[in-house]
């Protein structure tokens, strides 16, 4: 069973650009969430989705970011006219479950603004 | 808000001397979780404690949740250079939607 995979591993954008990361969970998980991670800080929550739909995107800026997981295919964190303070690496984290059980995280995407 | 607060910011010991880290939440959880990540990696899943109390052992590895399901330690004993890496923890939020994670604890082990 393959894990969590998130793809690219690292990407580099200049300003102005748009980033789209993904993110394709284990298999028979239905639940993702999206964290950022500035270097050498914790991990800041970004979204939670399942199948089709946003439950939580509290962690979320309201410009220039959103997220999707489509039906088909991988769950993607897209972020528009990037700007340097978002260089950061970014996880996914899938769970089974409802309930907040253990979540399994990609290698992550690093992302440098240029 | 919420808060997940975690000490000390970092810890260097001496290969063989014993670790603790602490988590304190300032609400109550229903579990609180552990997670490792190593310099450059993502972070893995070490254990889930879910009752008041509770006190889990992975090897040289020993978990604790305190009785009033605020706070939490990680204790490893004889520490070794693999145990590099930030510990952290993590609880459900008040609305239960998702997880807070604390700010973590950075280990070196010195050889």
């Known amino acids: 069973n393959a894990g969590v995979m998130q793809n690219p591993r690292h990407l580099v954008r200049r300003r102005g650009q748009e980033a789209r990361l993904r993110c394709s969970p284990m298999k028979g998980h239905s639940h993702v969430y999206w964290y950022r991670q500035l270097p050498e800080e914790g991990l800041k929550f970004m979204v939670y989705?399942?199948?089709?739909?946003?439950?939580?995107e509290s962690g979320m800026p309201k410009e220039r970011f959103s997220a999707e997981f489509p039906k088909e295919g991988p769950s993607i964190l897209r972020i528009q006219q990037v700007v340097r303070g978002d260089s950061a690496a970014y996880f996914c984290?899938?769970?089974?479950?409802?309930?907040?059980?253990?979540?399994?995280f990609g290698p992550g995407t690093r992302l440098t603004v240029l | 808000g919420q808060q997940v607060m975690q000490i000390p910011q970092y810890q260097h010991v001496q290969e063989g001397e014993d670790f603790t880290t602490y988590c304190n939440s300032s609400?109550?959880?229903?579990?609180i979780q552990w997670y490792k990540q190593r310099p450059g990696g993502h972070p893995v899943f070490l254990i889930q404690?879910?009752?008041?109390?509770e006190v889990k052992k992975q090897k040289r590895l020993t978990f604790q949740f305190g009785e009033a399901k605020k706070n939490s330690s990680l204790h490893i004993t004889a520490t070794q250079t693999t145990d590099v890496g930030t510990y952290f923890c993590a609880g459900p939020t008040d609305y239960g939607q998702n997880f807070v994670f604390g700010p973590g604890t950075r280990l070196s082990v010195l050889p």
């Open positions: 609400t109550t959880l229903s579990n």
């Open positions: 404690l879910v009752k008041s109390g």
């Open positions: 989705l399942q199948k089709e739909n946003i439950i939580d």
């Open positions: 984290a899938s769970s089974p479950l409802r309930e907040l059980g253990e979540q399994f």
